[in-house]
């Protein structure tokens, strides 16, 4: 299946409780056992990492705020799938909202560079190359959801947990 980029936005309360008890997270993450998913919960399949290369030129890191977009925050709790979870204070997804919507997808699309994406492993580096227009598309159409995400969630004041499961 490969590794896909989760993101749940979460409220201030919620967030507290899951930085007070970090084990808690799995639950939180998958509820009923992993047949539900949490609230305001979207995923941006494999494309995760391609939109962190669009949005900062690098395999990791990168400038604030956008490198906080997809492999952003500060780590907590358990294993979670691929590594523990992240989290965004509401304040930070704030940030990131504002600086998402300044961007256009012609500026993302002049930075998709595939030969560059290989060289620097972006996962999954098979495609970038290979696919080309295709890989593009793939990663704005998640990039959209991305945007629509944090949007809602600072509309709404909440935080975010990311992870990759």
């Not at 890191?61 to 799938?81: D, Q, S």
């Not at 997804?93 to 560059?116: H, I, M, W």
Request: include cysteine; aromatic fraction near 12%.
């Amino acid at each position: 299946m490969g590794m896909v980029g989760c993101f749940a936005a979460v409220s201030t309360e919620a967030l507290k409780d899951l930085r007070e008890d970090p084990e808690s997270i799995e639950e939180y993450l998958y509820p009923n056992d992993g047949e539900d998913e949490p609230p305001y919960y979207i995923d941006i399949d494999k494309a995760w990492h391609g939109i962190h290369y669009l949005l900062t030129g690098s395999a990791e890191g990168g400038a604030e705020p956008l490198n906080l977009a997809v492999m952003g925050g500060e780590e907590f709790g358990p294993e979670v799938g691929y590594g523990p979870a992240r989290f965004l204070t509401p304040a930070q997804v704030s940030l990131v909202a504002g600086a998402l919507s300044q961007l256009t997808l012609d500026y993302l699309e002049s930075r998709f560079n595939p030969k560059d994406m290989e060289a620097k492993d972006i996962y999954p580096d098979a495609i970038w190359v290979r696919d080309g227009k295709e890989a593009l598309d793939y990663l704005l159409e998640n990039y959209q959801q991305l945007v629509t995400f944090y949007r809602d969630a600072a509309e709404r004041g909440d935080g975010a947990v990311q992870w990759l499961a």
